[in-house]
């Protein structure tokens, strides 16, 4: 799996929109930009992933470069739970090797 | 999303003796499941690749004979920590991939092991 780079930490204000910014500049064609978020002792839970195009549901929405060496987490309305780690990581689900591979990820802190 | 549980989600053991850890996909067959482990303030290792009536794979580093894998049928896999020691304590925490979709795996909401 690439390797992906994330900040360690930011913080958003409860109602703004955060974005979450993820490095992957040597991500292959065949490998997917996933993200999940792990609350604190929890299991990670699956947020959104995507090959190219950008990508919208219930909870977020993907936002990647058209060279797709990065990518941005949008999540629109922050709220108090959104409190957790999210971890960028690029896999190739489809290929044999479908190890998912965790970085440090960015803590994420909502702020009342 | 596909739901995976985990059980016990926490156990307290004596150092010596072996805990087993369940992990049941509820609404899918997972022909493949993982096991991670996770300790304080650092990002999940993944331990294993367990798969469906055959022998789990294991990471580089990780003891076979001490952390025993079963995937005896599509809804269930289990590890034991065998001969549990305080350094095994830590976060287990499993996974699940669910076939009929594009690749997400979905976890469990981990168990946590406490060896004294």
């Known amino acids: 799996d690439a390797k992906t780079t994330q900040p360690t930490s930011m913080d958003c204000a409860e109602g703004r929109a955060a974005n979450l910014p993820c490095n992957h500049s040597t991500i292959s064609g065949n490998e997917y930009v996933y993200w999940y978020r792990q609350i604190h002792s929890q299991g990670p839970q699956y947020i959104i992933h995507?090959?190219?195009n950008n990508e919208t549901n219930e909870m977020a929405s993907l936002i990647i470069t058209e060279d797709r060496k990065s990518s941005t987490l949008i999540l629109p309305h922050a709220t108090l739970r959104d409190t957790a780690v999210y971890y960028c990581i690029a896999y190739a689900s489809n290929f044999g090797n479908e190890k998912l591979t965790f970085g440090t990820g960015t803590r994420l802190t909502i702020i009342p | 999303g596909a739901v995976v549980s985990q059980h016990p989600s926490w156990v307290i053991c004596k150092s010596g003796t072996s805990v087993k850890i369940e992990c049941r996909s509820l609404d899918f067959q997972a022909t493949t499941m993982f096991w991670y482990r996770q300790f304080p303030k650092q990002s999940l290792m993944l331990m294993a690749t367990?798969?469906?009536?055959?022998?789990?794979?294991?990471e580089q580093g990780v003891e076979k004979d001490k952390f025993l894998i079963n995937h005896a049928s599509l809804t269930l896999s289990t590890l034991t920590v065998t001969s549990a020691h305080p350094e095994d304590s830590s976060f287990y925490i499993c996974?699940?991939?669910?076939?009929?979709?594009?690749?997400?795996?979905?976890f469990g909401p981990g168990t946590r092991l406490t060896v004294t």
């Open positions: 367990s798969n469906e009536g055959s022998k789990a794979t294991y």
């Open positions: 995507g090959l190219k």
């Open positions: 996974s699940a991939r669910d076939p009929s979709l594009s690749g997400e795996q979905y």
